[in-house]
């Protein structure tokens, strides 16, 4: 199978934008060194907005790969955190893809 894509699009409360992305940015370096199966892990901001919304934008090596990033000790913090703060303005989106088109950083079409 291939690379599968995980997009989280992660909506603070106003007063609670700047914690979200210190936790998020700990996050990354969490994965970046932790999980050999994680591709692509990137913490984007929203631009032109009153509160951001945080987009997440990861890819794994496969399926299981991909359903292995939940299960991990420092994801389960990172929510446990979450809900305990009272982060959220609203439940998390998330969208599980593959890639069918375009191209990538190196410009080589798919």
């Known amino acids: 199978m291939s690379e599968v894509h995980t997009v989280a699009v992660l909506s603070p409360k106003p007063d609670k934008v700047q914690r979200m992305r210190e936790l998020l940015t700990h996050m990354c370096e969490e994965v970046h060194s932790k999980e050999d199966y994680t591709l692509r892990y990137l913490m984007t901001e929203q ?3 009153e509160t951001p ?4 934008i990861e890819t794994y090596k496969s399926k299981e790969a991909a359903q292995k990033h939940p299960q991990e000790p420092h994801f389960q913090e990172l929510f ?3 809900e305990k703060e009272g982060l959220f303005a609203k439940p998390p ?3 599980h893809t593959t890639s069918k088109a375009g191209f990538d950083l190196d410009r080589t079409l798919l």
């Open 47 to 49: 631009l032109d907005a």
């Open 53 to 56: 919304d945080f987009v997440m």
């Open 80 to 82: 446990g955190a979450f």
């Open 93 to 95: 989106y998330l969208a």
